[in-house]
Structure formats: structure tokens, C-alpha cells
């Protein structure tokens, strides 16, 4: 890879910054560093770029859909962006927020570090497929509703998803373990309190659906 | 005491609703539904014909020129479809403001793109293409050549001699002389002998182009059996909103159609016509979900010109998609503040004088009102007999900072309440007591005298009994009576005092009563999340006594002519719109009346309006809401908006013109007096457990106690108490940011080096409560509580710690199983106050 | 050449089906071709835009490298093995209970039904100068950035550091040497098995990785002799925040008793050097002790001898210290129940 020639390049530039110029700088106070140091930021350079689309089969929401899918594209990309599913949400993109939370066979995924082509003959439910044909919400959903959970939201369809795949492996939990099962999403209102009222709720209400 | 008479009755707290059909009692609101069904539409979930995407290219360094950008090879890229440099970018504007007043454009504020980039992270360079991949590679076939300059990433170097200047017109900001609002940059630093306190571990104190005073503070000092001098440090804190700052912008017939978050639908159109260089009612801004605000999307942002640029530039939709590592960047920070204050206790423990210098990271763009709000706060909420403030507000190259919840009031309380604590330990008074004694109450006075000598006070005050309550309920002198340590675990607990502006004035409403019969209710307030923004009509829908469910919100979208509203920020909004509400709810009222009156014969005072009827009082004839805005329509003028209140503001008023004739309209606008300023308190109590052989510590138990005022809608209300208490405890136990200071680069743009507090980190059981005690000053009685809670947040947790480890353990926060590992063993602080950003 | 993160980049996706297939796929494109497992490390690489692999080795498909399977001398987990399957199976929780707590403290629900345990023991450091795409020696450049009289290096290495500073991060790891675990390795040469210590490098032998793999190889399976079945386990983590973050500290413990004393024991920390750390010196200065305080006193000392701290992490020696003493000598509970 071409890795190796940028490395080469780096190499003479930050030569020039040693452990002696660092004292010097630091006693100084924000002394003008070279530009040659920032250059360290730059990326690997290989292109390939016109990686094609490949048309597969996904079942989301318990519907077949035909769809292009790049070789890199994530799961929440081709939900939000192919499919138009946008409830599932786009936070960090990293999985350390939750928002993009998805069902895959029922278990709680982070969509935005899933390839879609890992999920072709999986099951995936999103936020959309919970409420009824008939518009009737989820027992999660209405709980929510009913207990005015959450606050801005952007997080509210990743808790959601989690809190019932959760539910499906414990259905009665206290409300510790509802923290636990719903601890890998992210809420920046920090609405904690009341978004586990409102699992707690959705834990009853679950329990008796 | 003004207002309302307190007996040992009034303790009690009223239970919410008394009196009310509606206020008071929990609700699902309007938006919820969407939420929870993903339909809800933040502004990334926006589709358009032809959509481009649009990346960014970041200044990977805190401090440098732009000096050739080479394109000519991502521009040939199949897919590439434009870039966007900072010479295309619209330069500073003049605007003129509400009261027709001229500002002149602020040459220190930052642009759309830079061409001079100040801090790492600055959009320099935007490329629009059919994909993101496609823009991707071109950015990195983009050759751009920069000058680096010289750069300072800390406050407290950049005051020292012969350091670096953030720019190059200085590195202090030093307010105008009066009336002028504005700050002028210049050069400040301090002598090497005035940096000697350094060593000892204390605040260096030289110059301060900032200072008030009150009182007689060295009859305070002297007075005092106790004089504590503390230094103490914040971090700087991002708001790190979920939603990333991204924004989509079409242009169509001339007009700009921009979707983006906000925290005000309303004055964010304005202010992108003044980035723009646009007349104001070319823009469209749609805005109906936000996620996550905090003060970093109150109006206007580059984030918003970009788009908008390019999507003239390209005539195509340009949808910005923002990462969560460019909103580190770009997402705006609550500055660190490096403080030190001198503090005097008589023995009871009341504050006899108070000597506060604080040093505050502006950051690179502007100056900022975190260090006099931090001396506002602290005078009011502390009530310190005599008082001086002095305040540095340095420029350096990091993020340029913005209101972030409680913005100064947190610092204030974050840095005064560990004072406090020590003294109560020192003087032998139980820490509730010690606040008690020097809780503000009544119309308490804060600041330092204004021109005619007076000062300013707040509206009413009831913090003393909200501590009172509070202790009861957390049962503290139980907590206190018990032992501390067990095994290796030691426990401690911790009260604190918190309050913030709960509230302004002076904005419209703007009601339809539709041919159907349905109330509209038009709103200019960002949906930011906390449902202050649907709350708020609750005390409109109370009088015009209706069902809640025949009202129709309508919001986030200005082509829906919506009224001058304030910003859900600052906590304004349940105070600033109950108000309007109010008003506009009474003057739809007796629009009705005289319709009815106009229509069936009698005056208007013969008529009552009750369930979506307006009829004559103790029964006879009457009319329906639907006929009755039929006659409005046949009778026109100001009736049917085809006049209009003349007291409404401008915005107001072009939206009642476009309102005109679709029913019975009916706007109004806030003038009600208000005897003082609106603030918010809470008492605040926390418990921690610490292992002292890992330095972790657990957050047990949690409460804050509010006095807000009449208590709107219980459920958002806890919302806020607790989410915000939160916000405050995220400072305490860990948010920050971590920057190299050779480079001037930061290393902790991720969630997982920067800290964001998650559900396991907090107590899995928090408590709330509030004394809903109706404010006098103010229609319904609510006030805000968006900002008041987080200082008691973050210094409960402290003041907690201190409790259980002692006195000598932290200087700074956040406070860490490192800071707690290292001086627990020590005995005393081994974290360097000052040193920022580890 | 300007920068841009957060887009993929575009590679040639190959999805094996067999252990077989995909170590092949992997020796052909050797440099060229990423191995990906649950991806939790490598989306991060390769969203940074810092690595672009020309090919993309999926082992998700590979269903023989997933399940937890009963032997002869213990178990053998499949590397592809989600760290939800190890913590929730009924074997591993009654007999090595050590690994079901390890990977219990593994950052989030939704990770640890992706991550696997190959992954987790395979994962890159998280130094934040070398993430972050600075030119350092582990990036194949010639200076250490963490390690400068102002680097930020809060959560750098105590132990080993050889011009990196940077610490394995793994939390199954120390578990794994605990353990006594054997990692098996496919290779173009045949199956090679090695000890769970041996699986790990130092910045002396190859600054630039974490372990031993070399392109064209594949851990295919970790096996668990049933030596240390129904041991005494002390397994504990330090973190800042309580879910996502990678450990400040973690040590793992597996004792065996003979008359109230310590007859064998085998103990490891991680996050205090390049790789995890058997403390051999402690095993055989507890050996024959009671396990008891003053034991665990003796054997914290003798643990963070050699320290040698950075600017920002001092606090890691007391910390080593104490969770080695917990390990061995317990932790002093609490008789509070509230």
C-alpha cells in the first residue's frame, strides 16, 4: 500500500521536531510549531473510488426489500438513506451513542457499525416496524408516550429498540437491570430518570401485551 | 416579603394542578407520538430532489493562514460538483436590530469558512458532490498550503510574559467604557512576580481589566472569625447535542429554504439573513425537532451559511451532514474557569465579605458573559454583605465557546460551594445550616449598585424553604448522623445551592380560532426537547377554558407565519410564554366576547367563554368557536387580522397579515410589569460512595428541590430538575476536554476520551420535588428551570466528596479515580489546579 | 492533501463461509486485506479514513469460528464468539466465571453482541495520538507524542514502555492468562497453538501491532484447560465512565487453596503496558501464603515495582497496587446496605 510513502514523507518533516524542541516550546509558551508537523494529519492516499452497488434482499420489518448496497455501506446508511427509514438516528456513527440502535434477530445492534451485507438473511426491525399496521404503538411506545419519556428525542428510537430487545431476554427486570440493559445508549438531555420511568412502564406494559 | 404570605403551612408543597383544569397536571404532549414512532423529522431525516452532499475540510491546526488552496484535481473528479472557499463567504454586516437601533458588524466574530483559522477544527474549505464518498476523495485530493502563526490553547500561560497571543490584536478582551456593549482585544501580561503565588498553589492575581464591588470588604475581612482563600478550576465542557449540527438548504423562487436544529424558530431567520446578507423574508426556516441544544443552537451558526452558499452557488439541495467529530469542533464549549476567592464567615457561618478573581477562556472568537454572570450568580445566590469581583476573559486558540446551560452560573457554584464546605467543617455549622443563613430570600438584591445606585432584584425567593423541604425529604440530618467509612468504601454527602434567570419578557402570541372550531396556536419557540415550547399554552388553553385536544400547536416551520416568540434558552421560555400566552389568551377572549356581543346583541362583559363556546353569562344565547369565527371573518378588521394589535412586534405582525381571514385571529404581546428579575432556585442534595483503594466513586442518591415557581406540567418539569442536574453532575464526575498544548491540537474528540455521563453513571433513582410557590410577579406564576439546577448538580456531587475524602483531595473538575487515587494518599491536591485540558 | 473523516472508504467486501476459505482469502491479499471480526475496533480504522484496506475479510459468515464447545481438557470458544454468547453460557459462568465477568465489563450491550472474543484479545491500542493518525513509531514513524513533558498520556503504560507508551486495552485478556488459555492460530504453516501470554507483544519485539498475528494469519479458536475449573476468581475493572470505556486498570485473578493457603495462582493486569502483564513475581511470593491482607499488602508492593510513571498516570501505581492486594488478599466490604 502507498501507506508506506506518505510514512516516508512524514518521516523527514517530524525529524525536525525533538524532544529538546518540545522543552524549548513548552518554556516558551505556544511557540510556532512547524507546518510540517501537522502534516502527520494527513491520510493514506489510495483511492478506490466507483466501488459498485450491489443489488441484495434485505428483510426489514419483516418485508423483503430489494435494494443497492455498497460494499462499505453501513446498516443505518441504507435504512436512513436507501430506504428512507429515518427514525433510526445517526449520533456518533461510532458506536457509542445508541441512537441507530436496531433489532437484528431480535437483538439490539449498533446499525451505523453493522455492514448491510452482513444482515442479508437476517431479520431486522427498526423503529418503524413496532407500532401496529393499524397505528396502535407498541406497548414500549405507549409507555413512553404515557410517562412523557425523553426529552429532545434524537435518542429515543435507539432506547426504544434497545429496552425491547432487552425486554424479550428479561421481561420483569428492577430497575437496576433495566439500567444495565439499556446502558449502551447515549441520552444528552440526560433524561435518565425519567426515560427509566417510562422503561419501567414499558416493562408492564410489555409484560401484559 | 412581597407576594404570597409563608407559614410553616406553606411547606407543603401544593400539589401541582390546584386550581387548574389543565396547568399542573401531567400530559402527553404533541410532538410525542412522532418521537416515539421515529415520523418525528430532524433535519438530516430531509429528502430532496437532486440532493448534493457537502463535506467539510477542518483546520488541522489551532492557528494559521490559508495560503493556496489547489482543487483542480478533486474539482475533475467525476461527482464533484463544487467547493466552497472563504473568499466566497459573505464578510462581517451591520444589522439593524428590533428597536431599529444600528449594531455595528463585530470584525472579532467569526465567519462561515476562514481563511485565518484560530483554533483546530475550523471549517476552512466545504466540497458539495453527489455522495459522500465521492466528496471524501476529493477533499483528500485538495492541496491546501498554510501558514502556521503563533497559537496559546491555555488562558493562564497566555497571560504570562513573553507567551503567545491567540491573535494577533491580543489576548485579552477589555470591555468598551459604557454604553458600549462590545470588547476590544489587547495585549495583557502579567509580571513574573505576580505568578509567583503559582507555586503555592494559588491563582496568580495581576491585572484584571474587569471589576466591581459592593460593601465594605475589608470590614467584611476583618469582621470575619473565618477568611478561607481558595483557588478552584472548571473545564471546558462541550454541549455535545446528539443530533450533530447538520443542516440541509434548498433555494426555490428566489427564497432560502434552510432545515437545521434550533432553540428558536423565529430569531434564528434574522440572524441567517444577516449571515447572508439577505433581506429577512427570503428565508424559510424549518425547524420542527431539535436534538439537543444547550445553549449551542439559540440562532444563527456557520453550519447554517454553508449549505445555503453552496446551494446557491450549485442551484442544487445541499444537505451538510455534520459527524460527531466536527460537532466536537464546531459544536460550541461552556468556558473553564480558573478561579480564586477569598472569603470571609462569621461564626454562624454567614459571608461577610467575598473577593472573587476569575481568569475565563473565551476561546477564539469573541468575548463572553460566563465571568460577570459567574459574580452575578454568586452575589445573589450567596448573599455576600460586601463583595468584589475581578475578571479576566482571555482569548485563546480552542473552540469558540458559547452559553451552555446555566453558562457562569455553573462555574459560580462549582467553585463557591467548595468554599463553603470547608468553612462549615472549619466553623463546626452543619452544611444546611450554613446555606441557610446565607440563602437569598424575598426580593433579594444581586450585583453591584447600578448608575442610580440601586440594585437589581430578583421577583420573589423562596430558597430557604426549598432547602428546608429538601433536607426533610432526603432525610439529612439522618445521612449525616450515619458512619463514613466501611471496609474500603467511604461515603459522603452534600447539599448545595443552585439558581439561575428563570425567565424575560415582552414576547407575542398569536391565536386562529379556525371555521372548525379548532384553536390554532401559533409558536415561534424551537422545539428543543424540553416541551417548554407546548407547555407554555397550557396556561393559554386554561383561559380560554378548552379541552387540550382541540388545540392545534403549529411550530418549526416560518412559512407557517408563525409570532415573535422567545428562544427556548436561558430558561426564559416557561415564564417569557406563559406570559404571552396569557396574554394573548385573554385577548382572544374578549375577541370572542365582542364578536359574540357584535353578533347575538349586549356587551362583550355579558359574555363568558367555556367549552369552545362564548355565550352570555348564567345562560342564554351563545355562539359555537366555529361561528364564532365565521362572524370574525364577516366582520373583519381586527377581527379576522385583517388589522392588527398594533402592540405586536413586526414579525408578529406580517404573520397576522398572512393569517388574515382564515378565522378569528387574535395576537397579543407581553407587557405585563414584572417588580424585579426573574430567577429560579433549587436546593440541591447528593450522597457518594468512594473506594478509596480505586478512587472510583458512585453517585447513591440524588434530589433537587425547586422553586420554580407554579409547576406547568410536573412530568417535564422533573425532566428538567433532574436532566439538568445532570448536566451540572457531568462537570463533577468527568466531561471534558483533552488538548495537546505543544500542538495545540485536541486528542479526545470521541465520546469515549471526552466523557458524556451515561445511565450507569448517575443514580438509578433520582429524586425531585418542588414547592409550587406561584412567582407574584408573573401571570401564571412559572418560571424557568432549564439552567438553575446544573451548578447544584455538579456541586452537590463535590461538596459530597469533600464530605467523604476531606478537604485536600481536588482543586479542579472533574474529579477522577486519578485525582482522587493520587491526593488521597498525599493528603493533599496533586492535580496542578491550572493545568487544563488532561 | 486535506483531511476528511467519517466516510468509509470503499473496499472490496469478501465474505468467507469456512475457516478455510478465509484463512486463504487473508494469505492472499496478506498486507493488503483487513481481517474483520466484529468490526468494533476496525470501523474506527477504517472510518477515520487511516487505514483502507484494498480487501475486506469478513469472518461474520464463518459459522464454525462461533460457539463455545466442550473438550476432553476444558472448553474451546470459537474466536467469532460474541462476548454476550461467552457471558451468558451456562459452562463458562459455573466453571470459568473469571472470562463471563471479564467480558461483562466489556464497553456496551450492543457491543458485546457484536464484539468477539477473538476481537476483544485482537483489538489495536487506543492511545489517542496513534488513533487519531499522528506519525508514531507504532504508526511506523520515529516519535512517541504521549510521551513528552506535556503529551497527554493520563492513560499510558507504568510498565514496558520501549518508545510507545501506549497499553492493550483488552478486558478478556488478563482474564485469558488467569486462565491459562491457549489461543489457536491458522496459519499458512499449519495450526499453531500458543499460550495466552505468548499471544501478546511488546513494543521490543514489534512496535507496530499488539499481538502476534502476521498477515495471512487467523485465530481460530481459544481454548480453556479445565486446570483452573471452579478456581477462586477476582476479576475487577477501573474506568471513568461505567458503561463504553476502556479499562484505566484491569486485573485478573485465578487461586487455588491447599490447607487455607495459596497453592497455585495465576494473575494478570492490563492497561499498565504495551501488553498484558502475568505478574509471575507475585505469583511465586504469594505461593504457600494465606490469602489474606497482609499478603495482598506484600504482594500490591512487589507488583508495581519498576513503575515507572508518565507526566499524567501516576495514580496507575497506587491503582496496580491495590487491585493486586484486592486480588489476592480481598476487598474489606462494606456492612452498610444502604
Redesign the interface.
Known sequence: MSDSDDLKQNEGATKTITRRNFILGVIAGGAVVSAASYRFLAPSRRQLSGAGERLITLYINGKPRRVDVMKQETLAWTLRYKLGLTGTKLGCDRAECGSCTVLIDDVPYYSCSVLTHTVRNRQVTTIEGLAAADGKLHPVQQAVVDEQGFQCAFCMTGFIMSAVGFLKTNPNPTRAEMAQGVSGNLCRCQDYSKILDSLMRAAEYTRRA | MAGVELTKESLKPIPFGTGYKLIGH????N???A????????A??F?AEGMLFC????S??PH?RVKRINAEKALA??GVRGILTPDEVPGHANYVNDNGTMIKADRFSELALADEPMYQGEPI?AVAAVD??????A??????E????????DPL??L?P???NAREEGNVWVPNPPPSRESQLAVLKWTDEEFAAEKEGKLPMGHAPEEWSYGDLDAGFKNAALVLDETFSTEDVSH?????RTTMAFWQNGKLYLYTGTQSTMQTVPAIARWMHMPEENVVFISE??????GSKITGALTLVIPALLSKKLNAPVMM?I????EHFIGRARPGIRARTKVGFAKDGRITALDMFLVSDAGSYGSNGDGAACAQITSLLYQPAAMRWRNVTVATNTLPRSAQSAPGGMQAIAIIEPVLSKAARKLGVDQVALRRVNSPEGKAEYGPPGPGGKRSYVTSCYLKQALDAGAKQFNWNARVA??KQ????V?GVGVALSCYHGGTSGFDGLIVITPQGRVKIYTGIGN????AFVDVHRATAEILNVPWDTIDLVWGDTSKNLPYSCHSGGSQTIHAMTRAGHAVGLECAQRLKEVAAKSLGGEPADYEVANLRVSRKGGGAGMSFAEASKAAIKLGGIYDGHDVNPAVNKYTKHSVAAHAGEGLVASATDNYPHDGDSFSFLACFAEVETDV????YHITDYLGYADVGTVI?P??L??QV???S??GM?HAI?QKW???????VT??Q????N????????P???K?NALNIPDPETPVGARGCGEPPVGGGCAAITNALADALGDNIFQRVPV????I??SY?AGRP?QNPFLA?? | MAVIRDVMPAFDLLQPASAADAQKLLETYRENAWVMAGGMDSFDWLKDRIKKPQVLVDLSGVDELKGIRTTADGVEIGSMTTLTDIAKDATIRKNYGLLAEAVEHVASPQIRNQGTLGGNVSQDARCWYYRGGWPCYRAGGNECFADTPVGRNREHAIFGANRCVAVNPSDSAPALIALDAKFVIQTSKGEQVVDAEDYFLGPEVDITRLNILRPGDLLTAIRIPSTWSGAKFYFEKVRDRNVWDFPLMNVAAAMKFSGGNIDEIRIAVNAVAPRPMRLTAVESAVRGKPADAATGEMAGKLAVQGAIPLQFNAYKIPLMRNLVKRAIGGVQETTWTS
Open positions: 401531567d400530559f402527553s404532549t410532538d410525542l407520538v418521537k416515539a414512532t421515529g415520523a418525528s423529522k430532524y438530516e431525516d429528502r463535506r467539510l475540510v477542518l488541522p491546526m494559521a473528479m467525476p474549505l459522500e464518498l465521492t466528496c471524501a476523495e477533499i483528500e485530493a485538495i492541496e491546501i498554510m501558514e502556521p502563526l503563533p497559537f496559546n490553547t500561560d497566555s504570562r513573553g507567551s503567545a455535545q447535542c446528539l443530533e450533530p425537532y431539535t436534538g439537543g441544544g444547550f451532514r459527524s460527531r467529530e466536527e450515619r458512619s466501611s471496609g474500603t468504601k461515603r428543543l426537547g424540553t416541551e483503594e480505586t478512587g472510583k406540567h412530568a417535564a422533573g425532566g433532574l436532566g439538568r445532570v448536566l457531568a468527568g483533552v488538548i495537546d498544548p505543544q500542538y495545540g486528542v479526545a470521541r465520546f469515549y476520551t466523557k458524556p455521563p451515561s445511565i450507569l453513571d448517575v438509578v433513582d433520582m425531585w477522577n479515580a486519578d485525582t487515587l493520587t494518599e496533586m485540558h488532561i
